[in-house]
Nanobody
Framework: QVQLVESGGGLVQAGGSLRLSCAASGRTFSSTGMGWFRQAPGKEREPVATITWSGDTTSYVDSVKGRFTVSRDNAKNTVYLQMNSLKPEDTAVYYC?????????????????WGQGTQVTVSS
């Protein structure tokens, strides 16, 4: 079993920044790839960013490249999503997920544990 708890969401004006955190427990976090996904009202869940077990390889969906940065601290069992230059279209519930593998993936089926989500709202 893996428990994932996200935090750091909130309301921010367009152009602002937020940092999301995802605290993990229950599995050897340092050997697990991680991902961030988001779901806006009326839309399907979409990938945002992924990171390998070591943190040396990351990937991003095109819409957030250059604005978001995913990182991890294996000593703290925590993965982060730094979000800068936020736009109203970034408004969504953000979820972190633990991969079945040592690497992350843009495919949700690669993940077997999900957090409860944290709301991010960007006002114009």
């Amino acid at each position: 079993q893996v428990q994932l708890v996200e935090s750091g969401g909130g309301l921010v004006q367009a152009g602002g920044s937020l940092r999301l955190s995802c605290a993990a427990s229950g599995r050897t976090f340092s050997s697990t790839g991680m991902g961030w996904f988001r779901q806006a009202p009326g839309k399907e869940r979409e990938p945002v960013a992924t990171i390998t077990w070591s943190g040396d390889t990351t990937s991003y969906v095109d819409s957030v490249k250059g604005r978001f940065t995913v990182s991890r601290d294996n000593a703290k069992n925590t993965v982060y999503l730094q979000m800068n230059s936020l736009k109203p279209e970034d408004t969504a519930v953000y979820y972190c997920a633990a991969s079945k593998y040592a690497w992350g993936s843009m495919n949700p089926s690669a993940y077997d544990y999900w957090g409860q989500g944290t709301q991010v709202t960007v006002s114009s």
